[in-house]
């Protein structure tokens, strides 16, 4: 009897570490953004680091939807600022969606930091990254993050059978994603419709994932990042000297001459998919459709969990921006062009 109780003790140990240890593990990340249109994304991607050096994340890939000029060399600069210059990096192999920088902070960080891809054409193409790095992870693990157009996620349920795995871009997804939590869509002052930038810019696309993504989908919609403001503590601080991050936020916030903050869109996003909603956020469900002009409309169903508050903005932005103040691990040395 005392064996058998020794034993049950111990398989009750056992057991109480191994949930600690998955509770614990970190979120395997594919980052999907349009950054260089916005500055925001640069703020999700310091938050991503912060995640990944705490334990909580890890970065599989970071992968553009945007075409334009700047987008794969801005992700290598931040990639490498980190101290992990050899993650992958992804770009949609199109002529559009292309969006530019409007305050020309991309530009300067590229000139300034060091960095390995140094135009679009260096980095692989997104739907072939992904299958790549989804086909080698376990089954129903991967988070991926979605901060930008659904134009790479609609070529990958597109896609076929390959050299990576003999499943179809939905199949699978189906078997390696976990959940695909995107900053996309709004309710508008109706509640039922609202023109979102990352829906309308590919409309189509948006349509595809809408309908034939089949993992679960949180939505942190317009309204939520809009009330939460952050840099200018980031940009304040004096302690951060040498910072991509801060160079980003410093420039553009300059040029906008904005002295209250940026609408902290893409971070909600990260924030959700990392640690949950709770305590931040509570969510509803409900069911969107995409129509031809971008414009989201709420039709009856539960298909998405739509984030709602459950924090005041301001005390979710505190957070926030405490992680996008978050430093290299190793210090990358900075060369001055």
Same mark, same amino acid.
């Given at each position: 009897?005392?064996?058998?109780?020794?034993?049950?003790?111990?398989?009750?140990?056992?057991?109480?570490?191994?949930?600690?240890?998955?509770?614990?593990?970190?979120?395997?990340?594919?980052?999907?953004?349009?950054?260089?249109?916005?500055?925001?994304?640069?703020?999700?991607?310091?938050?991503? =680091? #912060?995640? @990944?050096?705490?334990?909580?994340?890890? *970065?599989? #890939?970071?992968?553009?939807?945007?075409?334009?000029?700047? $987008?794969?060399?801005? *992700?290598?600069?931040?990639? $490498? =600022?980190?101290?992990?210059?050899?993650?992958? *990096?992804?770009?949609?192999?199109?002529?559009?969606?292309?969006?530019?920088?409007?305050?020309?902070?991309?530009?300067?960080?590229?000139?300034?930091?060091?960095?390995?891809?140094?135009?679009?054409?260096? @980095?692989?193409?997104?739907?072939?990254?992904? +299958?790549?790095?989804?086909?080698?992870?376990?089954?129903?693990?991967?988070?991926?993050?979605?901060?930008?157009?659904?134009?790479?996620?609609?070529?990958?349920?597109?896609?076929?059978?390959?050299? =990576?795995?003999?499943?179809?871009?939905?199949?699978?997804?189906?078997?390696?994603?976990?959940?695909?939590?995107?900053? #996309?869509?709004?309710?508008?002052?109706?509640?039922?419709?609202?023109?979102?930038?990352?829906?309308?810019?590919? #409309? @189509?696309?948006?349509?595809?994932?809408?309908?034939?993504?089949?993992?679960?989908?949180?939505?942190?919609?317009?309204?939520?990042?809009?009330?939460?403001?952050?840099?200018?503590?980031?940009?304040?601080?004096?302690?951060?000297?040498?910072?991509?991050?801060?160079?980003?936020?410093?420039?553009?916030?300059?040029?906008?001459?904005?002295?209250?903050? +940026?609408?902290?869109?893409?971070?909600?996003?990260?924030?959700?998919?990392?640690?949950?909603?709770?305590?931040?956020?509570?969510? +509803?469900?409900?069911?969107?459709?995409?129509?031809?002009?971008?414009?989201?409309?709420?039709?009856?169903?539960?298909?998405?969990?739509?984030?709602?508050?459950?924090?005041?903005?301001?005390?979710?932005?505190?957070?926030?921006?405490?992680?996008?103040?978050?430093?290299?691990?190793?210090?990358? +040395?900075? *060369? =001055?062009?």
């Amino acid at each position: 009897m005392k064996f058998k109780s020794a034993l049950l003790i111990l398989a009750f140990i056992f057991n109480l570490n191994f949930v600690k240890a998955q509770k614990h593990s970190p979120v395997p990340v594919i980052f999907d953004t349009d950054i260089a249109g916005d500055y925001d994304d640069v703020g999700a991607m310091a938050m991503l =680091y #912060a995640f @990944a050096d705490k334990g909580e994340a890890k *970065i599989l #890939a970071t992968i553009s939807c945007n075409a334009f000029e700047t $987008t794969a060399p801005t *992700i290598s600069v931040i990639n $490498t =600022y980190f101290g992990k210059p050899n993650i992958p *990096i992804g770009i949609v192999k199109k002529d559009k969606p292309n969006k530019d920088c409007a305050q020309q902070w991309a530009q300067a960080i590229i000139a300034k930091y060091p960095h390995n891809i140094k135009s679009n054409s260096q @980095a692989v193409e997104a739907v072939a990254l992904y +299958r790549k790095v989804l086909a080698k992870q376990a089954d129903g693990s991967v988070t991926i993050i979605s901060v930008g157009f659904f134009t790479n996620l609609a070529d990958l349920l597109r896609s076929g059978a390959d050299k =990576y795995s003999k499943l179809d871009g939905e199949q699978l997804v189906k078997k390696k994603v976990k959940q695909l939590v995107s900053m #996309a869509t709004g309710v508008g002052t109706d509640g039922k419709t609202f023109s979102e930038y990352n829906v309308n810019v590919d #409309a @189509a696309s948006a349509q595809k994932v809408f309908k034939d993504w089949p993992t679960p989908i949180t939505l942190s919609g317009f309204e939520i990042g809009e009330k939460i403001l952050t840099g200018i503590r980031l940009i304040n601080n004096t302690s951060i000297k040498n910072s991509s991050v801060k160079d980003a936020f410093q420039i553009a916030l300059t040029k906008d001459k904005n002295t209250t903050g +940026r609408n902290s869109w893409d971070e909600t996003a990260v924030l959700t998919a990392i640690r949950g909603p709770k305590p931040y956020f509570t969510y +509803r469900k409900l069911n969107m459709e995409i129509k031809d002009n971008g414009t989201d409309v709420v039709v009856p169903g539960e298909r998405f969990l739509y984030l709602q508050f459950a924090m005041q903005p301001g005390d979710i932005a505190k957070d926030i921006e405490q992680l996008m103040m978050h430093q290299p691990v190793k210090k990358q +040395r900075v *060369i =001055y062009r």
